[in-house]
């Protein structure tokens, strides 16, 4: 909202603004205490994994972060990867999209709330340290971690250490 003053009289005129077309999206930590910080490592008891419904389990829930991105009628799609190996580039389950934000007043449109929940078919539940790599685009290529447009992904790492069931310390000096 812009502002001109003269003697005795306040004009007001809003302000238009259009982000640059082609503008990245960007992660940030979860603002609440619901998720995992960015700058911390994960601790994981090997015996403490969560038994899903399915017999199978859950590693880590939930995972929560911040998506910006000023181009706020663009879906955006998420990969999570868990040791990324490039020359086998598959993403752990799961993997998804974000879709765009409606037109509702009083709505910071250009954030967009991702949460998402790791399997243990991820791998995180083999003891040692662990890269966890959530990437985030408006597309991306084929069975590949590269964004279609150069230059239009964001990431963000998180390092967990899977202790074994007894306890014992986790050699992050090994992480991949």
């Not at 238009?16 to 994981?44: C, V």
């Not at 995972?63 to 490039?86: M, S, T």
């Not at 709505?107 to 078919?121: A, E, G, H, I, K």
């Given at each position: 909202m812009?502002?001109?003053?003269l003697?005795?009289?306040?004009?007001t005129?809003?302000?238009q603004?259009e982000?640059p077309?082609g503008?990245?999206p960007?992660i940030?930590?979860a603002?609440?205490?619901?998720?995992?910080?960015l700058?911390?490592?994960?601790?994981?008891?090997?015996?403490?994994?969560?038994?899903?419904d399915?017999?199978g389990?859950?590693?880590?829930?939930?995972?929560v972060?911040?998506?910006?991105?000023?181009?706020?009628?663009q879906e955006?799609a998420?990969?999570?990867y868990?040791?990324?190996?490039?020359t086998?580039?598959?993403?752990a389950?799961?993997?998804?999209f974000?879709?765009?934000?409606g037109?509702?007043?009083?709505?910071?449109r250009t954030?967009?709330?991702?949460q998402?929940?790791?399997?243990n078919?991820?791998?995180?539940?083999t003891?040692?340290?662990?890269?966890?790599?959530?990437?985030?685009?408006?597309?991306?290529r084929?069975?590949?971690p590269d964004?279609?447009?150069d230059g239009?992904?964001?990431?963000?790492?998180?390092w967990?250490?899977t202790?074994?069931?007894?306890?014992?310390?986790?050699?992050?000096?090994?992480?991949?």
């Amino acid at each position: 909202m812009s502002a001109l003053t003269l003697p005795g009289c306040l004009i007001t005129q809003p302000v238009q603004f259009e982000p640059p077309a082609g503008s990245p999206p960007s992660i940030t930590g979860a603002t609440t205490h619901e998720s995992h910080p960015l700058d911390e490592i994960i601790l994981i008891q090997h015996g403490d994994l969560t038994p899903a419904d399915d017999g199978g389990g859950t590693v880590i829930t939930p995972i929560v972060v911040e998506v910006r991105d000023p181009d706020v009628d663009q879906e955006l799609a998420y990969k999570v990867y868990v040791d990324f190996n490039p020359t086998d580039p598959r993403p752990a389950n799961p993997s998804g999209f974000l879709p765009a934000i409606g037109r509702s007043p009083g709505v910071d449109r250009t954030r967009r709330r991702l949460q998402f929940d790791l399997p243990n078919s991820t791998g995180l539940d083999t003891e040692g340290c662990h890269r966890l790599e959530l990437r985030v685009s408006g597309g991306f290529r084929p069975d590949r971690p590269d964004p279609v447009r150069d230059g239009d992904v964001a990431i963000a790492v998180w390092w967990v250490a899977t202790q074994p069931s007894g306890g014992g310390v986790v050699d992050m000096a090994l992480c991949p």
